[in-house]
């Protein structure tokens, strides 16, 4: 494969980037011109570097590029978008066409009554309008006490110091705190991980049962919220068992506490529904929203708000002095709505459920036949794929990280994009990709476990 034609001298790229560039979770000071990886364009579910190798994408980018990659007719309404009104705020009773018509669509998308649409320009900026909307809501009430939110160990809502706060990732708590108080987390629902000898059902409602146990301990009267990713998607795609969801529902609403889900990875067809919470039959007080909102092509997020919380806010909270220059940014709101747009159109929802997501299954669990590979599970999009050194007791190996990362750069030489999490391999293609291209994934995948496997001895 011949590399993009006319492309600037990629060393040259490399040298600029490694003196200039600080890189998001990386150990920038270590890393080599040889490591660097440089993507010069995509198409479909392929992006290409610039040795001119394809690479099938596994994980839409992160997590977040549902249509797949070259849709021209985004890139289209962005530039017509841009060329009528680039920006205007909507601060001070100001409104433009995108925004209003986006707020609309995704309410018609999101379960129960979460109408009213509150714009971000990322996941992260979503979860932090969130704690406040939540707190402001609790103090409208007369309860400005009931400020405790609730989360889990391992989860990520993102790198913000609220969402550092809110995600329950020590090592990022490590850094730059104190972290925002009144945010209390306990243990995931992760069966394979921490299950022991209990059944999976048993373990789920075991876990689910913390969350009443942490409401008794700081008092039900202090408890705003219970915040959780449907499957935790970073944290290693943790599918809890299906006990779970129902019995945290119940808890929620028994105990007066908002149940309220980060959809940022769930959302938008990954599990073959609009939203996690769907596919869980749940209908929370607010959700947050970003990723394949716009499918990457540009950052936006959002919070979804209930019909009550609005109202209440609203009648009582007077002004709501918050929001950021580019909330509902037009150009953001254009590719949003094209993106959905195309999502519906091409039945892409329906397509994960009933179709794609099955397929997938079905042949990732021929993985499962892997000496090292001691569980495949997925639903629709969206899956996990855990290396172990004794499949019958599902014990790890004793350097944790070590054979993910080997087994993720096997990936990278075998023109696979897939993510490890410590020794957890984690996937997540575009909703498009199609029947061939995932015996594609799944071959490279099993290549790549082996020569992992080998290499370990
Ligand atoms: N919530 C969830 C559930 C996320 O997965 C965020 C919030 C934050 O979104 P922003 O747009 O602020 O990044 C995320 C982001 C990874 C990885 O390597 C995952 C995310 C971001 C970066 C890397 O798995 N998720």
């Known amino acids: 494969m011949e590399p993009k034609p006319n492309f600037p001298d990629a060393n040259q790229i490399k040298e600029t980037d490694l003196q200039h560039h600080w890189h998001p979770f990386t150990d920038t000071a270590t890393l080599g011109k040889d490591e660097l990886r440089l993507i010069t364009h995509a198409k479909g579910s392929y992006i290409w570097d610039s040795e001119g190798n394809p690479v099938l994408d596994g994980m839409a980018g992160l997590w977040c590029v549902n249509v797949g990659y070259g849709r021209d007719e985004i890139v289209d309404a962005v530039a017509a978008q841009m060329r009528d009104l680039p920006y205007y705020n909507t601060f001070f009773k100001s409104t433009h066409a995108p925004v209003a018509a986006l707020a609309e669509k995704i309410a018609s998308t999101t379960p129960g009554d979460l109408n009213r649409i509150f714009f971000n320009t990322s996941g992260s900026d979503s979860n932090d309008s969130m704690l406040r909307t939540v707190r402001t809501y609790w103090e409208s009430m007369g309860k400005p006490e009931k400020r405790v939110i609730i989360t889990r160990k391992n989860a990520y809502h993102g790198s913000t110091v609220a969402g550092v706060s809110l995600g329950g990732m020590a090592g990022m708590q490590a850094q730059g705190g104190p972290m925002v108080p009144d945010i209390a987390h306990i243990d995931q629902p992760y069966w394979y991980e921490e299950g022991g000898d209990m059944d999976p059902a048993e373990f789920g409602l075991a876990r689910a049962k913390l969350l009443e146990e942490e409401i008794d301990r700081i008092g039900e009267e202090k408890v705003a919220a219970f915040f959780a990713e449907p499957i935790q998607g970073a944290g290693g795609v943790i599918i809890p068992p299906e006990t779970y969801w129902p019995e945290i529902n119940r808890i929620c609403k028994e105990r007066d506490i908002l149940l309220i889900t980060d959809e940022v990875i769930c959302g938008f067809g990954r599990l073959g529904e609009w939203f996690g919470a769907i596919h869980y039959g749940l209908e929370p007080d607010m959700m947050t929203m970003a990723k394949g909102l716009s499918s990457g092509y540009l950052p936006i997020g959002a919070l979804a708000v209930s019909d009550k919380i609005a109202r209440q806010i609203f009648e009582n909270a007077g002004e709501y002095v918050h929001g950021y ?49 001691g569980e495949v599970r997925s639903v629709g999009l969206m899956a996990a794929i855990e290396l172990v050194a004794d499949k019958s007791s599902r014990k790890r190996f004793d350097n944790v990280g070590e054979v993910g990362t080997k087994c993720r750069d096997k990936c990278f030489e075998n023109g696979l994009i897939m993510r490890a999490v410590r020794d957890t391999m984690v996937i997540s293609p575009p909703l498009v990709i199609t029947d061939g291209e995932i015996g594609e994934l799944v071959e490279k995948a099993w290549k790549s476990i082996d020569q992992a496997w080998q290499e370990i001895g």
């Open 325 to 373: 220059t580019y909330s509902g940014h037009p150009a953001c709101c254009a590719a949003a709505l094209k993106n959905i747009e195309i999502i519906e159109r091409e039945g892409l929802v329906d397509r994960t459920r009933t179709h794609t997501g099955p397929l997938f299954h079905d042949k990732l669990q021929t993985l499962a036949d892997h000496p090292m590979v």
